[in-house]
T-cell receptor, first 114, second 118 residues
């Protein structure tokens, strides 16, 4: 158990809908990262938050957004969903924003868009 | 160009043998980190081992060791005395410094599917 929690574990929804994925980092970790894993694109970094502020952006679509709250949990919002958004979404956390700090991954949320 | 290259899509290995999973990387940064993660069929991503670009010694964690050859830009994972439970996808990843001196998200390779046979 990495100490990172994600809910829900599975999510099935329809095209055009909006969903919210939730992540709680390991106790004491200030950085949260979101990743998408799909068969087409592999594992891709989406976005990073550090202590409530956006820190780095990867290949995140404009239809996607995230935030980190004062209690350090984070939410990833996916809107106007398309079939191609079906994927496993991971949250990871680490203790620092600087340097190659180890990221510990949550169990993931499997999103299926029908 | 791919930043992380894993050239072995799949490998079959006999139980108790040692395994080497290949990883080469491409970066112009001086400071970076290299990671290996294991993803069993259940889907979770499990951190195995880390090597910093300035580390002079190869990293080791139990049965895992990282064969770091900086000049060749390779960071191969070695698993000694393989076990049936080692069957999984293995991903090599890199974290580089960004332009602001901080560090970005991980860049992953496509992975190697390792199957340990009894």
């Amino acid at each position: 158990d990495s100490g990172v929690t994600q809910t829900p574990k599975h999510l099935i929804t329809a095209t055009g809908q909006r969903v919210t994925l939730r992540c709680s980092p390991r106790s004491g970790d200030l950085s949260v990262y979101w990743y998408q894993q799909s068969l087409d694109q592999g594992l891709q970094f989406l976005i990073q938050y550090y202590n409530g502020e956006e820190r780095a952006k990867g290949n995140i679509l404009e239809r996607f957004s995230a935030q980190q709250f004062p209690d350090l949990h984070s939410e990833l919002n996916l809107s106007s969903l398309e079939l191609g958004d079906s994927a496993l979404y991971f949250c990871a956390s680490s203790g620092h924003v600087m340097g190659p700090d180890t990221q510990y991954f949550g169990p993931g949320t499997r999103l299926t868009v029908l | 160009a791919q930043k992380i290259t894993q050239t072995q899509p799949g490998m079959f290995v006999q139980e108790k043998e040692a395994v080497t999973l290949d990883c080469t990387y491409d970066t112009s940064d001086q400071s970076y980190g290299l990671f290996w993660y294991k993803q069993p069929s259940s889907g979770e991503m499990i951190f195995l081992i880390y090597q910093g670009s300035y580390d002079e010694q190869n990293a080791t964690e139990g049965r895992y060791s990282l064969n770091f050859q900086k000049a060749r830009k390779s960071a191969n994972l070695v698993i000694s005395a393989s076990q049936l439970g080692d069957s999984a996808m293995y991903f090599c990843a890199m974290r580089e410094e960004d332009s602001g001196g901080g560090a970005d998200g991980l860049t992953f390779g496509k992975g190697t599917h390792l199957i340990i046979q009894p």
